[in-house]
């Protein structure tokens, strides 16, 4: 995954949330699901292994996302 998909991931999702109602945990898992992208849950966070990076999500006490960050490891 390149800088730019992490780019277009963080903002396609926030602008999805924003516009259609959805449980925010659940929708994001099974978007990283379609993608082909494992993923690793917390408490309050989910993140995944993306290529040479990391996409790491984070979730309020109702779900709901808090954030969502991408982190080009290489």
């Given at each position: 995954?390149?800088?730019?998909d992490?780019?277009?991931?963080t903002?396609?999702?926030?602008q999805?949330?924003?516009?259609?109602e959805?449980r925010?945990?659940?929708a994001?898992?099974?978007?990283l699901t379609?993608?082909?992208?494992?993923?690793t849950?917390t408490?309050?966070?989910?993140s995944a292994a993306v290529?040479?990076?990391?996409?790491?999500?984070t979730?309020?006490?109702?779900?709901r996302?808090?954030?969502?960050?991408g982190n080009?490891?290489?």
């Amino acid at each position: 995954m390149s800088k730019n998909d992490f780019a277009r991931t963080t903002s396609t999702f926030s602008q999805v949330i924003s516009v259609y109602e959805m449980r925010h945990r659940p929708a994001f898992l099974h978007y990283l699901t379609q993608k082909g992208y494992s993923a690793t849950e917390t408490a309050d966070t989910v993140s995944a292994a993306v290529d040479s990076g990391t996409l790491t999500a984070t979730f309020n006490d109702l779900g709901r996302m808090t954030s969502l960050k991408g982190n080009n490891n290489s």
